[in-house]
Structures are given as C-alpha cells and as structure tokens.
C-alpha cells in the first residue's frame, strides 16, 4: 500500500513511476550504455584505421589529424542544443533521432572517396553521437536515486572504456574478414540498431518543460564561478590532450617511433583501452579512500595529472625499452582527468551542475579537436622515412609542447595551497578549502 500511494504521488506531481532495479539496468541503463560504447567505439577507431586510410587517401599527418579530430568538433558544437533538447524533449526522444544521423554519417564514412567527403561524414558522425554520455546520465538519473548517481556514472566510464578497447585489437581483427569501409557499414547498423532499442525499450517520462536550459549567458557564470576555475585550470588541458592524443596518435607513435608492426600497435591499444575500465573504477576507488582520510577530491586529481604529465616527459626521453609500458601508462593515468565532472559536481551550488557539464564537454571537445589537429600539423613538419614513418624526434617536439603546456596548472595548483602558509596563518584557512574544493 506505502509503494502503491508512493507512486501515485509521483505520478501526480509529474515523476516518473518507480522501477525495480533490474527494470532500470535492462531498460534504462543497457540502451543508453550501448550508445556510449559505441561513441567511444568511433571515437578510438581511427587509430586502428589509420594505416589503412592513409594508404586509400595518401594522407598527410595533419590530414590524418584533422580528419579523426572533426569528430571532437562536432561533439563539441553539438553540447549546447543537445542539453536543451534533452531537458525539453527527454533522452527518449532526443538520442534515437542523433543515433540516425550518426549511422547515415557512418554509411557516408563508408563511402567516402576523398578526404574532404571522410572528414563531413566523420563530422556528421561526431554530431550524432554527441549527446550519448549525457543522455545516458539523463536517462539514468530520472529512475535512481541520486545516491546511486556516482558509482552509475562509473560504470557509465567503463563501459566507454570497453568501446575505446573494442576500437583496437577487435576491430584489427574484424579486419581480417572486410575493410574499413565494410567496418563502418557495420557499424551503421549497430548504431541505427541501438536507436531503435532506446525507442522500444526506454520507458516514457513525464518531462517538466524547458526548464534552466544552458544558454551562453549561463556558460559564462559558469566560467566565473571560482571552484569551476580552479578546477579547470588544473585538470582541463590534461583531460583534452588525454583526449586528443589517445585516440589516434599513441598507435602512430608506437608504429613510428618504436618501429611495432600493426598487429601488435593494436593490441598495446587494447591494453591500454582495457586500462580505462580498470582506471576509472580505481579513481573513484581511491578518491573515496582519500576522501575518508580528509584529502580532497582535487588533490587526488592533481598527483593523477602530475603522474600523467612525468610519462609525457619520459615519452620524450624516448627510452626504447619503455615505450610499450608507457603507451599503456599514459591511458591508464589519464583516465584521472574524468574526476574533473564528479569534482565540478560536487563543487558548484546544484543549479550550475548541468550546465557546468555542458560548458566542460564544449571546453573538452574543442580543446582535444585541437590537439588531435595540432599533433598533426606538429608532426608534418618532418619528412617520413621511405616506409612512411616519422622521425622520433617529431613525436618528442610533439609530446614536449603537450608536457609544457599542462606544467603550468600543476604549479599553480601546489603554490596556490600553500600548506606552510596556512599552518601559520588561520586567515587563509579558508581561502585553503576552496583551494582544495573539499
């Protein structure tokens, strides 16, 4: 009787009826994941494909950069009208509608003959797949309970993570039977596939209007808020060469620089694809250990990138015996830089938080199109060898310039909490916790 008059109130005042937790997993949360996956999937998979793109378009590096990073563009452009879409329409009826316009980019991508033709279809592709994370956060959050919101968005991670995997070593294996061009016809389908499940399966909910939707105007509050700032000015240019770099030229760097042939450039991929899904279950692991032990959700994140900025330095030095531990490192370490969402969350008063995560994914997105397209450009300034490689030092000027420019929020960051400082003198002791955003 207590459930049956529970969920009659929520009906009336517009909620959504309850589900039972094996309802919300089968009808909620595994469509919306598979979305995820598969952006994750298209995301990565240039970095397998890439040899063979290059070979079909004779492709320059910056070419090549600025084909595979058209899809962080989109992606990026795309935030601001999907989070109003999906605060007044519902996730139901927003992402089947992107996923369509992502399989007709795929079927594009399949057909494409030039680089212009690839780089509109991959940029039509990014657009569709845009919204899948935050509809799956959407979808998620309008059946549990906010309790369980954390460890729901990790999994969230690491199913991303297990596309990002399946972007390397099995897909160099589903090469063995097409190309890439079947790949992606492929792949067209399971994402048209995937649309008509969230459709069927997707329970309906009674949406409350347009609501706060995030306007240019509330971005920029965002920005000025001081803990966004001091979030973002340590982990932002981390997360978008995490971004930009692993999804294409870390398999280049290993076929290049240390000389691995395309089998075994995919499964060092896999590896470190894999190291995501294992990553992001330990950083929320670690930061609730830390938590406990009153170090603050930002700390953690700060060693994380100061860990993931000394391997970019040791990619630099260029020590040859290193470089399989070290393309498997710097995926399992960047996987840090996601804390940025739960931290921003956690930090800003509970009005800001979906639109501070929409003005992060525009921060993240054009800051990785930029740094997939600028490697490139980086890298072109050398002349390849006769097999088409480029020279190591290319990729240590590349990864020098990525090291250089993230030092500088690491710095700021251990000056600004001053813990000498602080200890002497109990006027800053505020300034500290917002500091630390604890």
């Given amino acids: 009787m207590e459930s049956t008059a529970s969920a009659n109130a929520d009906a009336q005042a517009g909620a959504p009826a309850r589900l039972s937790g094996m309802a919300v997993f089968f009808y909620v ?116 309970t906010p309790t369980r919101l954390p460890s729901v968005h990790g999994y969230l991670i690491a199913v991303g993570g297990l596309g990002a995997a399946s972007a390397t070593l099995p897909v160099r294996l589903a090469l063995h039977y097409t190309d890439w061009r079947g790949l992606f016809v492929v792949l067209a389908v399971m994402i048209a596939c995937v649309a008509a499940l969230i459709w069927v399966l997707t329970p309906r909910a009674r949406q409350h209007g347009a609501g706060s939707v995030p306007t240019v105007q509330s971005l920029v509050d965002v920005y000025r808020d001081p803990a966004f700032r001091k979030t973002i000015s340590l982990v932002l240019l981390p997360h978008m060469v995490f971004f930009g770099v692993q999804g294409l030229w870390i398999g280049r760097w290993l076929a290049d620089v240390a000389h691995y042939d395309d089998a075994i450039v995919a499964y060092l991929l896999y590896l470190g694809m894999a190291a995501v899904i294992f990553g992001a279950i330990a950083v929320g692991m670690v930061t609730e250990w830390a938590g406990r032990r009153g170090i603050a959700p930002l700390d953690v ?89 480029f020279p190591a030092q290319a990729y240590q000027v590349a990864f020098g310039v990525l090291a250089l420019l993230q030092v500088p929020g690491v710095v700021r960051y251990c000056l600004r909490r001053r813990p000498v400082e602080c200890a002497l003198n109990t006027d800053c002791e505020d300034e500290y916790e917002v500091g630390s955003l604890r």
Avoid at 93 to 121: D, E, N, R, T, Y
Avoid at 328 to 357: D, H, K, M, N
Wanted: aromatic share 10%; glycine share 10%.
């Fill in 29 to 144: 949360f595994l469509p919306f994941a598979l979305g995820h996956y598969l952006s994750s999937l298209l995301r990565a998979v240039n970095a397998v494909l890439a040899p063979g793109l290059v070979a079909a378009l004779a492709l320059t590096p910056g070419q090549l950069g600025l084909l595979t990073s058209a899809f962080f563009f989109a992606f990026a452009l795309v935030q601001l009208p999907v989070g109003i879409a999906l605060d007044r329409y519902g996730p139901r009826k927003v992402q089947p509608v992107l996923m369509i316009v992502a399989a007709i980019g795929a079927l594009l991508f399949a057909q494409g003959a030039s680089f212009m033709q690839l780089m509109v279809a991959r940029a039509i592709i990014g657009f569709g797949l845009g919204g899948c994370f935050m509809s799956a956060v959407k979808a998620v959050s309008t059946w549990i």
């Fill in 301 to 389: 994140a700060a060693a994380g990138v100061a860990l993931f900025v000394l391997v970019q330095l040791a990619i630099v030095l260029n020590h040859a015996p290193s470089l399989r531990l070290l393309s498997v490192l710097f995926t399992l370490l960047g996987t840090i830089t996601g804390i940025e969402y739960a931290i921003i969350a956690q930090s800003l008063p509970r009005a800001l938080t979906g639109r501070a995560a929409t003005c992060l994914n525009l921060l993240i997105f054009v800051g990785a199109f930029f740094v997939q397209a600028g490697f490139g450009w980086v890298i072109g300034l050398w002349r390849p060898d006769a097999g088409g490689r």
